[in-house]
């Protein structure tokens, strides 16, 4: 299973994006925890959101009010909808999911990650 994220692109302060992220491919687990994660340059990649299974949603300050995560179990993809985007929201952002599968043996947990989609907003 991967994670294939779409939506980047250019847009002009103020502007809106909605990056999607969907976990594609023959899967023996099951998606969890999914979230959205963004590195600026000359930056360390920080979290931007969260959300679990149940739609709980958590969100950093910097971006609470403007940026709405959600997901859709049916079709494991979680979505970022970005409102009111600021020149320092530019980024490459990254699609996060646990996923977990479960034999005989136990369960284990692997953090997949996406290859990444550039949001630059220009002022």
């Known amino acids: 299973v991967q994670l294939v994220e779409s939506g980047g692109g250019l847009v002009q302060a103020g502007g809106s994006l909605r990056l999607s992220c969907v976990a594609s491919?023959?899967?023996?687990?099951?998606?969890?925890?999914m979230g959205w994660y963004r590195q600026a340059p000359g930056k360390q990649r920080e979290l931007v959101a969260t959300?679990?299974?149940?739609?709980?949603?958590n969100y950093i300050d910097a971006v609470k009010g403007r940026f709405t995560i959600s997901r859709d179990n049916a079709q494991s993809t979680v979505y970022l909808q970005m409102n009111n985007l600021k020149p320092e929201d530019t980024a490459v952002y990254y699609c996060?999911?646990?996923?977990?599968?479960?034999?005989?043996?136990?369960?284990?947990?692997?953090?997949?990650w996406g290859q990444g989609t550039l949001v630059t907003v220009s002022s």
């Open positions: 996060n999911a646990r996923n977990t599968i479960t034999t005989i043996e136990g369960s284990r947990s692997l953090e997949l």
């Open positions: 491919g023959r899967n023996n687990g099951v998606i969890g925890h």
């Open positions: 959300i679990n299974v149940d739609g709980n949603s």
